[in-house]
Protein backbone atom coordinates (compact mmCIF):
# COMPACT_ATOMS: atom_id res chain seq x y z
CA UNK A 1 0.00 0.00 0.00
CA UNK A 2 1.73 3.78 -0.67
CA UNK A 3 1.91 6.26 1.79
CA UNK A 4 -0.79 8.09 -0.29
CA UNK A 5 -3.34 5.51 -0.02
CA UNK A 6 -2.46 4.84 3.60
CA UNK A 7 -2.53 8.54 5.27
CA UNK A 8 -6.30 8.84 4.11
CA UNK A 9 -7.22 5.50 5.51
CA UNK A 10 -5.80 5.98 8.66
CA UNK A 11 -7.46 9.68 9.04
CA UNK A 12 -10.61 7.57 7.92
CA UNK A 13 -9.90 5.31 11.19
CA UNK A 14 -9.43 8.10 13.56
CA UNK A 15 -12.76 10.03 12.37
CA UNK A 16 -14.42 6.53 12.96
CA UNK A 17 -13.15 5.94 16.52
CA UNK A 18 -13.39 9.44 17.60
CA UNK A 19 -17.59 9.56 16.15
CA UNK A 20 -17.79 6.23 18.44
CA UNK A 21 -16.43 7.11 21.28
CA UNK A 22 -18.48 10.48 20.74
CA UNK A 23 -21.20 8.47 20.31
CA UNK A 24 -20.73 6.14 23.30
CA UNK A 25 -20.13 9.37 26.10
CA UNK A 26 -23.50 10.76 24.55
CA UNK A 27 -25.39 7.64 25.88
CA UNK A 28 -23.27 7.07 29.11
CA UNK A 29 -23.96 10.85 29.82
CA UNK A 30 -27.61 11.56 30.53
CA UNK A 31 -29.02 14.18 28.73
CA UNK A 32 -29.38 16.56 31.48
CA UNK A 33 -28.42 16.29 34.85
CA UNK A 34 -30.71 15.50 37.81
CA UNK A 35 -31.51 18.89 39.37
CA UNK A 36 -33.30 20.08 42.19
CA UNK A 37 -34.58 24.00 41.28
CA UNK A 38 -35.41 26.62 44.21
CA UNK A 39 -39.25 28.21 43.02
CA UNK A 40 -39.35 30.70 46.04
CA UNK A 41 -37.75 31.46 49.24
CA UNK A 42 -38.41 34.69 51.63
CA UNK A 43 -38.09 34.89 55.19
CA UNK A 44 -41.27 35.78 57.75
CA UNK A 45 -41.07 37.27 61.02
CA UNK A 46 -42.17 34.65 63.83
CA UNK A 47 -42.09 35.03 67.58
CA UNK A 48 -38.24 34.22 67.84
CA UNK A 49 -37.07 36.18 65.14
CA UNK A 50 -37.44 35.03 61.05
CA UNK A 51 -38.57 31.78 59.52
CA UNK A 52 -37.39 30.32 56.42
CA UNK A 53 -40.51 29.53 53.94
CA UNK A 54 -38.94 27.69 50.05
CA UNK A 55 -40.30 25.82 47.35
CA UNK A 56 -38.17 23.30 45.63
CA UNK A 57 -39.13 21.99 42.43
CA UNK A 58 -37.91 18.11 41.29
CA UNK A 59 -38.35 15.07 40.64
CA UNK A 60 -37.18 11.63 41.56
CA UNK A 61 -35.80 9.27 38.44
CA UNK A 62 -35.98 5.70 38.09
CA UNK A 63 -32.99 4.60 40.25
CA UNK A 64 -34.17 6.47 43.31
CA UNK A 65 -37.65 5.76 43.03
CA UNK A 66 -36.98 2.12 43.05
CA UNK A 67 -34.73 2.50 45.55
CA UNK A 68 -37.28 4.50 48.07
CA UNK A 69 -39.65 1.35 47.24
CA UNK A 70 -37.32 -1.18 48.30
CA UNK A 71 -37.27 0.09 51.79
CA UNK A 72 -34.02 2.53 51.12
CA UNK A 73 -34.48 5.80 53.07
CA UNK A 74 -33.40 8.77 51.38
CA UNK A 75 -32.39 11.86 53.01
CA UNK A 76 -32.96 15.57 52.18
CA UNK A 77 -30.65 18.27 53.32
CA UNK A 78 -31.75 21.95 53.29
CA UNK A 79 -29.37 24.42 53.97
CA UNK A 80 -29.41 28.29 55.39
CA UNK A 81 -27.12 30.73 55.29
CA UNK A 82 -27.05 34.65 56.36
CA UNK A 83 -24.03 36.89 56.00
CA UNK A 84 -23.61 40.30 55.39
CA UNK A 85 -20.19 41.69 53.92
CA UNK A 86 -17.18 43.69 55.40
CA UNK A 87 -14.63 45.94 53.70
CA UNK A 88 -12.55 45.59 56.71
CA UNK A 89 -12.73 41.86 57.35
CA UNK A 90 -13.96 38.65 56.28
CA UNK A 91 -17.98 38.77 55.68
CA UNK A 92 -20.08 38.10 58.69
CA UNK A 93 -22.01 35.51 58.92
CA UNK A 94 -24.27 34.89 61.81
CA UNK A 95 -26.56 32.02 60.73
CA UNK A 96 -25.58 29.11 59.27
CA UNK A 97 -27.82 25.67 59.54
CA UNK A 98 -28.93 22.80 58.36
CA UNK A 99 -32.21 21.06 58.59
CA UNK A 100 -32.55 17.26 56.88
CA UNK A 101 -36.10 15.65 55.97
CA UNK A 102 -36.04 11.73 55.25
CA UNK A 103 -38.01 9.90 53.53
CA UNK A 104 -38.77 6.42 53.51
CA UNK A 105 -41.37 3.81 52.99
CA UNK A 106 -43.25 0.74 55.08
CA UNK A 107 -44.06 -2.54 53.01
CA UNK A 108 -45.55 -3.60 56.12
CA UNK A 109 -48.23 -0.73 56.37
CA UNK A 110 -47.90 0.13 52.03
CA UNK A 111 -46.91 4.16 53.21
CA UNK A 112 -44.73 6.90 52.60
CA UNK A 113 -43.11 8.58 55.92
CA UNK A 114 -41.77 12.19 55.63
CA UNK A 115 -39.51 13.10 59.08
CA UNK A 116 -38.13 15.77 60.43
CA UNK A 117 -37.07 16.53 63.62
CA UNK A 118 -39.37 15.06 66.20
CA UNK A 119 -42.06 15.73 63.38
CA UNK A 120 -43.55 12.17 61.34
CA UNK A 121 -46.05 12.42 58.50
CA UNK A 122 -47.89 9.49 56.77
CA UNK A 123 -48.83 8.96 53.63
CA UNK A 124 -50.64 6.75 50.88
CA UNK A 125 -48.27 7.63 47.81
CA UNK A 126 -45.55 8.91 46.80
CA UNK A 127 -46.10 12.02 45.29
CA UNK A 128 -48.17 13.36 48.36
CA UNK A 129 -44.61 12.60 50.62
CA UNK A 130 -42.67 14.39 47.89
CA UNK A 131 -45.25 17.77 47.79
CA UNK A 132 -44.36 18.05 51.55
CA UNK A 133 -40.85 17.73 50.73
CA UNK A 134 -40.89 20.16 48.19
CA UNK A 135 -41.73 22.94 50.33
CA UNK A 136 -40.12 24.20 53.68
CA UNK A 137 -42.57 26.22 55.30
CA UNK A 138 -42.17 27.86 58.89
CA UNK A 139 -38.66 26.66 59.17
CA UNK A 140 -36.84 29.18 62.62
CA UNK A 141 -33.82 30.10 61.00
CA UNK A 142 -32.97 33.42 62.55
CA UNK A 143 -32.87 34.64 66.07
CA UNK A 144 -33.71 37.74 67.06
CA UNK A 145 -30.10 38.52 68.61
CA UNK A 146 -28.13 37.20 65.87
CA UNK A 147 -28.70 40.27 63.99
CA UNK A 148 -28.66 43.84 63.72
CA UNK A 149 -32.03 45.59 63.38
CA UNK A 150 -32.03 47.74 59.73
CA UNK A 151 -29.21 45.93 58.26
CA UNK A 152 -29.09 44.03 55.17
CA UNK A 153 -27.86 40.71 55.12
CA UNK A 154 -27.40 38.34 51.98
CA UNK A 155 -29.52 34.93 52.40
CA UNK A 156 -28.82 31.68 50.60
CA UNK A 157 -30.45 28.68 51.00
CA UNK A 158 -30.12 25.15 48.81
CA UNK A 159 -30.97 21.44 49.35
CA UNK A 160 -29.97 18.43 48.15
CA UNK A 161 -29.70 14.26 48.34
CA UNK A 162 -27.63 14.19 51.38
CA UNK A 163 -25.89 10.64 50.66
CA UNK A 164 -23.87 10.91 53.58
CA UNK A 165 -26.70 10.35 56.02
CA UNK A 166 -27.31 6.98 53.71
CA UNK A 167 -27.04 3.71 55.56
CA UNK A 168 -23.05 2.82 54.53
CA UNK A 169 -23.18 -0.08 52.12
CA UNK A 170 -25.20 2.14 49.73
CA UNK A 171 -22.85 5.35 50.36
CA UNK A 172 -20.05 3.49 48.36
CA UNK A 173 -22.47 3.05 45.24
CA UNK A 174 -23.95 6.24 45.53
CA UNK A 175 -20.68 8.18 45.27
CA UNK A 176 -19.72 7.04 41.77
CA UNK A 177 -23.43 6.70 40.62
CA UNK A 178 -25.10 9.80 38.76
CA UNK A 179 -28.41 9.14 39.56
CA UNK A 180 -27.57 9.69 42.84
CA UNK A 181 -26.67 13.35 42.08
CA UNK A 182 -29.83 15.53 43.43
CA UNK A 183 -28.70 19.09 44.20
CA UNK A 184 -29.76 22.48 43.45
CA UNK A 185 -27.76 25.92 43.48
CA UNK A 186 -27.54 28.22 46.08
CA UNK A 187 -30.73 30.35 45.74
CA UNK A 188 -29.51 34.12 47.10
CA UNK A 189 -31.89 36.70 48.54
CA UNK A 190 -31.30 40.04 50.34
CA UNK A 191 -33.19 40.04 53.88
CA UNK A 192 -33.15 43.52 55.64
CA UNK A 193 -33.86 42.55 59.44
CA UNK A 194 -36.07 45.20 61.39
CA UNK A 195 -35.70 47.10 63.87
CA UNK A 196 -37.36 44.98 66.56
CA UNK A 197 -34.48 42.63 65.86
CA UNK A 198 -32.17 44.86 68.16
Not at 80 to 93: G, I, K, M, Q, V
Not at 128 to 138: D, F, G, K, P, Q
Not at 149 to 176: C, W
Request: aromatic share 12%; glycine share 2%; hydrophobic share 45%.
Amino acid sequence: MTIKRFFPLRLALAAWAALTLWLCLAMITPAHAETISVQRASLQADNQGWSLDAHFDFDLNSSLEEAVNRSVPLYFTVDFTLSRPRWYWFDEEPVNVSQSIRLSYQPLTNEYRVSTGGLQLRFASLNEALAVIRHVASWHVIDRNQVHGGETYDASVRMQLDIALMPKPFQIDAVNNRDWNLSSDWKKFTFTASERAK
